[in-house]
């Protein structure tokens, strides 16, 4: 049994996002495979990852990569076989990994057996299952998602003879949360996956199940109340796994899936992603700040998942138009580079793999309230290719060697399930793990080192309160994180220039300073305000200590 302490794991933890068909291939079909995955568990454990999230790996005719479901209780074929995935989980844990997965509710692939069985005729009792009308009409408060796709939520199914609701592609149509049949049969989903082992789940479009006329069909009172029963089925049945809901949503609306410590531990804090590379364009913290304002506070027991990229388009969704102008100006030049309101492309290239850039963006969410999660690859600056279709370009296979197919697999490279990348400036023959492993300078073992200096301060980075410490230096972002008598200063300069910035610290005079990762001794707090000097997009973590200790 966990103590409540031990099940607040996901509070001081660092996630891996992974797609299993693109970390590692063990049998030479060019797709990653749940063999591969558990062969690279010892990597996952070497770059401090506490929890894994694997995207989706049950049936699918992978039209939307995994997320258009046709069997919830099967693995792919191509990714192993369920005693692979338990093989995998067991291994995980063994190493103290846990492993959370995707889980899709909120539609199926057409394939999938309950719409086949709907769509072929009005007397099935799969029918209600799904969401089905005569006209394309109801609802129309429903915003499209998918708009480079898309253009209604409604598609004619000629078989069914009615059209039926999709909130995504017109292969995903949605199921009917009103179907009480529905509701309980992904309760049981839920329970199989948890059975065998798994820690929770990362639950995907959350905002969108239950649908009403005259409504946006967002963040609904019955969407809530259903997530309630599921926390609590959890609460019951497996203490100790988490939910993480994808709500990507205004901050008010965010923050109502915490619920009152009964719906969601966790959420995804897609009102901060964005602003950072705004803050970061603009040289001006106030995007950061302000919207680290707006999203807390949260209930005790619960976190955000702070991330920069994951395996979708940046998505642009939640900003403003003036926002969104200026995002696309400064990190999508090239029309090929945007997908529906968002930017296809990985991090590095977004910053151009500007090295400082990129350290200080990860610091920054190794530093603000949440837990850090991130997409793989791109603690080796992986590159993207945007010629690819869809969101393809940044799922492209992991880069482990300067070996053929990056040492990804050893099938011909045509067979491979994407090309690998090789265009110059991230090709893979220096963008992976053994070059860079090999390499102390190396982003990938600076990001080891960083992680290894989260962890150190793990509780007052990953439980602490935030306080900004403002300035008249608008490209400085400072606050203190702070967790019973753990402080720790940290300090960003988010300009291409150099700048200087004084911190008034009054109540601080006589404490120390010492930095973080290099446990240097900094001059103490005085009475008159700390001077920084700051070279261009460059960071520090001080560790604030008190008059007594250690003087
Ligand atoms: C989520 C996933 C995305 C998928 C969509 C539809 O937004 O992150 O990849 O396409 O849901 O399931
Ligand atoms: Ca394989």
Request: aromatic share 14%; glycine share 6%.
């Amino acid at each position: 049994m966990m103590t409540d302490d031990e099940k607040l794991w996901y509070r001081d933890a660092t996630f891996y996002e992974v797609p299993v068909r693109s970390f590692y291939d063990s049998n030479g079909d060019g797709i990653g495979d749940f063999r591969g995955l558990t062969m690279k568990l010892d990597y996952i454990k070497s770059i401090g990852m506490d929890c894994i999230w694997l995207l989706p790996f049950y049936k699918s005719p992978l039209r939307d990569d995994g997320y258009d479901i046709s069997d919830y209780y099967s693995i792919l074929p191509e990714y192993g076989t369920t005693e692979d995935f338990e093989k995998f989980v067991e291994e995980a844990h063994s190493r103290g990994i846990k492993v959370i997965a995707d889980l899709v509710l909120n539609h199926t692939s057409d394939q999938h057996q309950w719409f086949k069985e709907a769509r072929s005729s009005r007397d099935s009792k799969w029918r209600d299952w799904y969401v089905w009308s005569d006209t394309p009409d109801k609802f129309n408060g429903a915003r499209i998602i998918f708009v480079d796709s898309e253009i209604s939520n409604w598609t004619w199914d000629h078989v069914a003879g009615q059209y039926f609701f999709h909130r995504f592609y017109s292969h995903q149509p949605d199921l009917n949360y009103d179907n009480k049949e529905v509701r309980e049969g992904m309760k049981d989903v839920i329970r199989f996956w948890l059975d065998k082992g798994l820690d929770g789940f990362r639950c995907d479009a959350v905002p969108y199940l239950f649908k009403r006329e005259g409504t946006d069909c967002e963040n609904l009172p019955e969407t809530h109340a259903y997530f309630k029963e599921i926390r609590a089925m959890i609460e019951k049945e497996y203490p100790g796994c988490i939910l993480l809901a994808e709500a990507n949503q205004w901050p008010n609306n965010a923050k109502e899936y915490f619920g009152n410590q009964d719906e969601f531990h966790m959420n995804f804090n897609f009102p901060l992603m964005p602003r950072i590379f705004i803050s970061l364009s603009k040289e001006d913290s106030f995007p950061i700040e302000n919207i680290i304002n707006e999203t807390l506070p949260i209930p005790e027991k619960c976190d955000w998942g702070v991330f920069l990229r994951n395996h979708d388009e940046l998505t642009l969704e939640m900003v403003t138009d003036e926002e969104r102008d200026l995002m696309f100006r400064e990190y999508a030049k090239v029309p090929k580079m945007r997908l529906n309101l968002g930017i296809r492309r990985r991090l590095a290239p977004l910053v151009d793999n500007d090295r400082s850039i990129l350290e200080l963006l990860h610091a920054l969410i190794m530093s603000v309230p949440g837990s850090p999660i991130f997409y793989y690859g791109d603690e080796i600056n992986m590159g993207d290719n945007i010629y690819l279709g869809d969101r393809n370009g940044v799922r492209t296979p992991m880069q482990w060697s300067f070996d053929r197919n990056a040492g990804f697999s050893h099938a011909d490279s045509e067979q491979l399930y994407s090309p690998v990348i090789t265009n110059p400036n991230y090709h893979y023959e220096s963008n992976n793990v053994e070059s860079m492993s090999r390499l102390s300078t190396s982003f990938l073992n600076w990001f080891r080192r960083m992680i290894i200096v989260r962890k150190q301060n793990s509780r007052v980075l990953g439980r602490g309160t935030i306080r900004f410490i403002g300035s008249d230096q608008k490209q400085i972002l400072a606050f203190i994180r702070e967790y019973g008598k753990e402080k720790m200063l940290c300090v960003y300069n988010l300009s291409r220039s150099p700048s200087y910035v004084e911190l008034h610290l009054p109540e601080f005079n006589g404490w120390h300073l010492r930095e973080a990762i290099s446990s240097v001794r900094f001059p103490d707090i005085g009475e008159l305000p700390y001077f920084f000097t700051l070279p261009r997009h460059s960071y520090f973590w001080l560790i604030m200590e008190a008059p007594d200790e250690n003087s």
